[in-house]
């Protein structure tokens, strides 16, 4: 079984350099790192796929603005971009008739690696709640910029 290696940037595209991994019987490995940019032909080509309660890795291809956009797989229309390097918790509107919203948690992970779960929205997790407790008036409400 081997140890991971020391830690390189993935930073700048077409640098080039070396790690090293130790292995059983106090061996160490060379690997060489080059850092190449990648792009799909087709948009389909670039979405990824994840089951439910799985987990698998996300290499970006640009890590400038960092955003990403989810959708169900059913579906062709994403959510909203959101940041998937800064620490925070949100709901996107997903525009599905049994499944309008997704929650979202990005988590800073050590080795400064940030873990984008997904979860069930669940009535209350709106980002604004409003409760009318008058007893027998209904109110109306609309946000400012939609009048």
Not at 18 to 29: F, L, P
Not at 82 to 98: A, G, I, P, V
Not at 107 to 135: E, H, M, S, W
């Amino acid at each position: 079984m081997s140890e991971w290696s020391e830690g390189f940037s993935l930073d700048v595209i077409k640098s080039t350099g070396m790690a090293s991994c130790k292995v059983a019987n106090d061996r160490t490995y060379m690997i060489e790192i080059e850092v190449t940019e990648a792009q799909s032909d087709t948009e389909e080509e670039q979405w990824r796929s994840v089951k439910p309660e799985e987990i698998i890795p996300f290499w970006p291809r640009n890590m400038e603005g960092a955003v990403m956009c989810v959708r169900y797989t059913h579906n062709r229309i994403s959510s909203t971009a959101f940041s998937f390097t800064q620490k925070h918790r949100t709901l996107l509107y997903m525009n599905d008739e049994e499944r309008p919203a997704l929650q979202v948690e990005v988590i800073a992970t050590d080795f400064d690696g940030f873990r984008v779960v997904f979860g069930d929205y669940k009535i209350g997790d709106a980002p604004v709640l409003l409760v009318n407790c008058l007893k027998y008036l209904p109110i109306g409400f609309c946000q400012a910029t939609d009048m």
